[in-house]
């Protein structure tokens, strides 16, 4: 009978082969890199340079697992990839991976050409999990490890989209620098997660969040280069020019301040103007996101109820804390704090003659605060605002940023040639006014705003609507019931309320909803055409 012996070992030698960036200096701090699956050390030798600190020596170790990849096109050749555990016997693998670390500190320190005292172990996908285990295994061994996941593209260095990305990115960063004349440190990464949304600031870097779908069409990649100017404006507004109490920080309780709205909402309101400048969005994109800006904010009756100042100081207890009433007596100093910083703006080019703008305010800021090592209080940020008007801004002060009224629109933007429409393009419809959400079968209202016919007439945040005159409801049957319904007309409700069944007698209100719109003045002068140019690098 033939006898089969399944795995038998054969012990044989492999050969690594790694990418050296050698320090001008001998004996500098070492940067270990090792790709992840499918990729090879020239491609993580590229991704370690961008990362690493001046000084280091950068070492890219190839896996020893080769595999074939797909051609880049039908019918191309076969491309070749490398990885480092393989579903055969990956505890060989994972040996064979922590022996390689092991030796490439030894021989690199010996030819002095790093620090072995002074290593650091950076890993992507694949290799980030075997370095995590190295870390634990040979604690000793590092100083520090750097995990990254994600995808790096193969095209990268040739692709068109992901060239127009770094040129358009470059023209960000290039408008803010005309702003400040520097940049505040030496080198910036842009961190891209590919998945949720949103960003944090650093202060030579910052990580964002963005679905990786999200880059079409072209409005969504707008979007995108929106987020990007944010965060990154945000490394001179908050990452050095400060807040009163925002650094140092006591990380042992909460830290209030009233400039939340220019801490966010001026750098929100800055990332539209990085924009602008830039070329990436046209004029009429802005101001129609700025019309659009202000639509909303009149459908907030909270605007009425806090400033923007009240806002900034209560975001510990409201704005992270919203309920079913924060329409109702709150606004963001997100939201407000754009339009009130590009009022502001505009008021002291007007004030000024052109000679001065809202950049003027923040250059000295970043020169009298951020150089001279201080924070700066409301107090300040309004002397320095009047500094650049050449005269007193606290009638402005008083309405916009610590009181409630609505901004006087056309008065200010008159001074750029400007004038704000409003059309009721919904008046004559019927609406009840409140705001529905649908989880599977159920309408709920999820909140009411004081000015509607829903708040007016006692429906209620959480009841559940069930019918309309005895008709069973979803959302879009609701809203095609009201549809042939006009303003006046009596329909009765069905809700639930705390699971109890009860009806409404319901009177349609009209849905006089205001839409906004930019628009040229009517024979706008000289000076006008100046002050628009200036503003919005195009002319009127």
Not at 511 to 530: D, G, I, L
Request: hydrophobic fraction near 35%; glycine fraction near 8%.
């Amino acid at each position: 009978m033939t006898e089969t012996r399944p795995d038998c070992v054969l012990k044989a030698e492999i050969n690594l082969y790694y990418d050296l960036r050698v320090a001008d200096e001998p004996n500098a701090p070492l940067l270990i890199a090792l790709h992840g699956y499918g990729a090879s050390k020239r491609q993580m030798l590229r991704e370690a340079q961008l990362m690493a600190p001046d000084g280091f020596a950068i070492v890219a170790l190839q896996g020893f697992h080769q595999h074939m990849r797909d051609p880049k096109e039908p019918g191309g050749p076969l491309r070749f990839g490398f990885g480092w555990v393989t579903n055969f016997r990956p505890e060989e693998s994972i040996d064979i991976h922590h022996k390689a670390v092991l030796e490439l500190i030894e021989s690199v320190a010996s030819n002095k050409v790093a620090d072995p005292t002074k290593v650091f172990l950076l890993g992507f996908s694949q290799s980030c999990a075997l370095n995590y285990r190295f870390a634990f295994t040979y604690p000793a061994k590092l100083r520090g490890i750097v995990g990254m996941c994600g995808g790096v593209p193969g095209d990268w260095e040739t692709s068109d989209r992901y060239q127009k990305t770094a040129a358009d990115v470059s023209k960000i960063v290039e408008e803010a620098y005309k702003i400040f004349g520097e940049f505040g440190y030496t080198d910036y990464t842009f961190i891209v997660n590919l998945r949720g949304g949103g960003g944090l600031e650093h202060l030579n870097s910052t990580a964002l969040q963005y679905d990786r779908f999200g880059f079409k069409p072209e409005s969504r990649y707008k979007g995108f280069l929106g987020l990007v100017a944010h965060e990154y404006f945000h490394n001179f507004n908050v990452k050095r020019i400060r807040p009163d109490a925002l650094g140092p920080f006591d990380y042992e309780k909460e830290n209030y301040t009233k400039l939340l709205w220019v801490a966010e909402g001026g750098t929100e309101y800055y990332s539209n103007i990085l924009l602008r400048r830039a070329g990436l969005i046209t004029a009429q994109e802005y101001l129609e996101a700025r019309a659009n800006g202000i639509e909303q904010l009149m459908t907030q009756p909270g605007r009425l109820e806090t400033s923007v100042e009240e806002a900034s100081f209560d975001a510990w207890i409201k704005y992270y804390r919203q309920d079913e009433n924060s329409v109702n007596n709150q606004i963001s100093y997100y939201d407000k704090g754009e339009l009130v910083n590009m009022m502001l703006d505009i008021t002291i080019r007007g004030m000024s003659d052109g000679r001065k703008s809202l950049d003027d305010v923040m250059r000295y800021l970043y020169n009298e605060y951020f150089k001279k090592g201080r924070n700066y209080t409301p107090e300040d940020f309004q002397k320095a605002a009047e500094l650049m008007a050449g005269r007193s801004l606290d009638d402005f002060f008083a309405k916009y940023v610590r009181g409630e009224t609505d901004f006087d629109v056309n008065s200010i933007i008159s001074y750029i040639g400007l004038q704000l429409n409003a059309v009721e393009s919904n008046r004559g419809k019927a609406f009840i006014g409140a705001d529905l959400i649908e989880t599977g079968d159920r309408l709920t209202v999820r909140s009411v705003r004081a000015d509607t016919p829903a708040y007016q007439q006692g429906i209620n945040s959480g009841d559940q609507i069930i019918a309309i005159d005895g008709n069973r409801v979803t959302r879009d049957r609701l809203q095609q019931y009201i549809d042939w319904h006009k303003p006046g007309d009596r329909v009765r409700l069905t809700i639930f309320r705390n699971d109890r069944l009860r009806d409404i007698d319901f009177v349609l209100g009209d849905n006089t909803r205001r839409e906004y719109s930019f628009s040229p003045v009517a024979n706008p002068t000289e000076q006008q055409r100046r002050l628009y140019r200036d503003y919005m690098k195009s002319d009127l």
